[in-house]
T-cell receptor, first 115, second 113 residues
Framework: DTEVTQTPKHLVMGMTNKKSLKCEQH?????MYWYKQKAKKPPELMFV???????INESVPSRFSPECPNSSLLNLHLHALQPEDSALYLC??????????????FGPGTRLTVL | EDKVVQSPLSLVVHEGDTVTLNCSYE??????LLWYKQEKKAPTFLFML????IEKKSGRLSSILDKKELFSILNITATQTGDSAIYLC?????????????FGKGTLLTVNP
């Protein structure tokens, strides 16, 4: 199994809603990542979990809250988002944890629209 | 200030042409450079380069890194319409315990039949 899965594929939410994005990998990878990608822009790193611990938080607003329940799962909890948060949210994983770098394998992404 | 610069930003070629995409970077404590292809959805991995001068090949694609001049190139020979995509270059680097991964803006490649 060389796949990173993400659910849901699409999500539409209001600014007062609370929702969660889910990412799963069963490759035994020890690092997992959340990225945000706006249209026609490259991905921007948001968070990195290495060995199930939050290692990197790239100054992301607190309305985004990551969680890593176990080594295979990564969640992104969303609350009180703004319309400008609408984007493609990508999850990725890599075999080795930080501080080492390794190939990152991306999931298909969740297309989020905030109304 | 952009730490990873890709050129050209867009390129239109005909099937069968050979293309060279460029990625230059300016970071401290370089760790690796990665190339990705992005079509409609998530990026897919192409190459990871850590050592200078060692060419990596996969079919019609190849890539090489020059750590002295701080750049990498991605070559695609005998291009096909299926090669049309955005090609992203990303550089990972660190400062102490901080890990950074920065993407370039990408090169939009269009291959016409």
């Amino acid at each position: 199994d060389t796949e990173v899965t993400q659910t849901p594929k699409h999500l539409v939410m209001g600014m007062t809603n609370k929702k969660s994005l889910k990412c799963e990998q069963h490759m035994g990878h020890r690092a997992m990542y959340w990225y945000k990608q706006k249209a026609k822009k490259p991905p921007e790193l948001m968070f990195v979990y290495s060995y199930e611990k939050l290692s990197i938080n790239e100054s992301v607003p607190s309305r985004f809250s990551p969680e890593c329940p176990n080594s295979s799962l990564l969640n992104l909890h969303l609350h009180a988002l703004q319309p400008e948060d609408s984007a493609l949210y990508l999850c990725a994983s890599s075999q080795v944890g930080l501080p080492y770098t390794d190939t990152q394998y991306f999931g298909p992404g969740t297309r989020l629209t905030v109304l | 200030e952009d730490k990873v610069v890709q050129s050209p930003l867009s390129l239109v070629v005909h099937e069968g042409d050979t293309v060279t995409l460029n990625c230059s970077y300016e970071v401290t404590n370089f760790r690796s450079l990665l190339w990705y292809k992005q079509e409609k959805k998530a990026p897919t991995f192409l190459f990871m380069l850590t050592s200078s001068g060692i060419e990596k090949k996969s079919g019609r694609l190849s890539s090489i890194l020059d750590k002295k001049e701080l750049f990498s190139i991605l070559n695609i020979t005998a291009t096909q319409t299926g090669d049309s995509a955005i090609y992203l270059c990303a550089v990972s680097y660190s400062g102490g315990s901080n890990y950074k991964l920065t993407f370039g803006k990408g090169t939009l490649l269009t291959v016409n039949p």
